[in-house]
């Protein structure tokens, strides 16, 4: 991998999805702010968001991950939950309940409201997903270029053997996840609709162009597992000048946060740092993994072990400078004899 010039700010590029990518990105971007090399101090950041969590509700056409991504970055999100606005109020969704309009499990909130109002408005004028999601980006100034993973669409269904006698249902992934907090086993998760999907545009120039792809600490199977799904972007990492960098979203065999132990039992992996790490075993070459964890053990895979909670913004900055760090000295390697 040739180094990176001193003279142009660092290209970097992060596939994402809700919560902790969120978080890690808000951390990632403190970093480079507070940097006293300019390459990293101007560095230019896009972030390809999971838009297989996207789901329609009271004909609103809502993206979960990409409106956490932007909301966190651009000062609006409810810090104490990760989603949803700050300051938030629920007149609508008290007024849809007393019309026994459901579902009472995903309540919106009114000013998340006006974001899926602009949404759906845009989309069934024409718009693409591309183009909705920088409309609305005017406004939050996140900081860094958000593309949603494709402009079609796609939605997780999971199928639960909880039916009569064994049988299974499908459901939403966000009924799952939300309203059955993922303790219905699944046996299977389906990204529906990604086969047939397309990059949106500018998502495989910017991992062809980047000078560092990182891998937040998202739910590896229904936030950079859809991302991955998209075809060509995972062809694309592969084929990548850049070094891949990833975050373990596991500690000491639990996730760091929320639920995807329930995603890697449903497709038969382990919730070991090791184990998420051959998810991406193709394409990864570097992994932060917690002290307590076992590395994996494939040859050419440089692995450091760091506290990995984000537990603070200095904690979550440095978790992110170490990252960068730890790609650069990829970069920086001699090729192999």
């Not at 891998?215 to 070094?243: E, F, M, W």
Request: glycine letters at 10%; aromatic letters at 4%; hydrophobic letters at 45%.
């Amino acid at each position: 991998m040739a180094p990176v010039s001193d003279s142009r700010p660092l290209q970097i590029t992060a596939l994402a999805g809700g919560v902790g990518g969120a978080r890690f990105l808000r951390g990632l971007l403190a970093h480079l702010r507070s940097a006293e090399d300019p390459a990293r101090r101007d560095a230019r950041v896009t972030v390809v968001v999971n838009t297989a969590d996207d789901v329609t509700l009271h004909g609103l056409r809502i993206s979960p991950d990409l409106d956490s991504v932007m909301y966190t970055l651009g000062g609006g999100i409810d810090e104490a939950r990760g989603w949803g606005r700050a300051q938030e109020s629920y007149g609508v969704a008290g007024e849809l309940a007393a019309h026994g309009e459901g579902p009472s499990w995903f309540t919106l909130g009114d000013k998340d409201i006006a974001t899926h109002v602009i949404r759906t408005r845009m989309l069934a004028e024409g718009a693409t997903l591309s183009e909705v999601t920088a409309r609305l980006c005017e406004r939050w100034q996140p900081g860094a270029r958000l593309l949603p993973m494709t402009d079609d669409r796609v939605e997780t269904h999971v199928d639960l053997a909880d039916g009569p006698g064994g049988a299974t249902r499908r459901v939403h992934f966000q009924e799952w996840w939300v309203r059955l907090h993922a303790a219905v086993p699944a046996v299977r998760i389906e990204a529906v609709g990604a086969a047939a999907s397309r990059p949106a545009p500018g998502v495989l120039e910017a991992l062809r162009e980047a000078d560092v792809v990182v891998l937040p600490p998202s739910n590896p199977v229904v936030s950079i597992g859809t991302v991955l799904q998209v075809p060509g972007i995972r062809d694309a990492l592969v084929a990548a000048p850049a070094p891949v960098v990833g975050v373990s979203p596991v500690v000491a065999g639990a996730p760091v946060r929320g639920m995807a132990d329930a995603c890697l039992s449903a497709i038969g992996v382990p919730t070991t740092a090791a184990a998420v790490a051959g998810l991406y075993d193709d394409f990864l070459d570097g992994w932060l993994i917690a002290e307590e964890d076992e590395p994996p053990r494939r040859p050419g895979l440089v692995v450091r072990r760091r506290p990995l909670l984000m537990s603070s913004p200095r904690a979550t900055a440095d978790l992110a400078g170490a990252a960068l760090d730890l790609a650069l000295e990829l970069d920086r390697k001699e090729p192999a004899a």
